[in-house]
């Protein structure tokens, strides 16, 4: 963008190539605005799927206990020995 502007002021060097300038300087911010909003959003989806990956590890982890709780509770009813 810096390069692309430069070179049209020095082409235009009137008052439409400074406008035209200052046109690509305002998109250039607006654009640093959306990436860094864009890297926000992409860290938080970041943090959100490990949190998920930990709750769906806790909740098989869970499970399998309790499965193997109540198997086991079930054959010492049946053998009693």
């Not at 008052?15 to 998109?27: C, E, H, P």
């Not at 982890?61 to 193997?68: G, H, L, P, T």
């Amino acid at each position: 963008m810096d390069a692309t502007r430069n070179n049209l002021s020095a082409a235009y060097r009137g008052g439409d190539g400074g406008q035209y300038g200052a046109l690509l300087r305002k998109w250039d911010d607006q654009c640093a605005v959306i990436q860094k909003n864009l890297q926000g959003m992409v860290e938080a989806l970041n943090l959100s799927m490990k949190q998920h990956q930990q709750t769906q590890t806790s909740a098989g982890e869970a499970i399998s206990r309790a499965a193997s709780a109540s198997e086991n509770a079930a054959f010492q009813q049946l053998n009693p020995s």
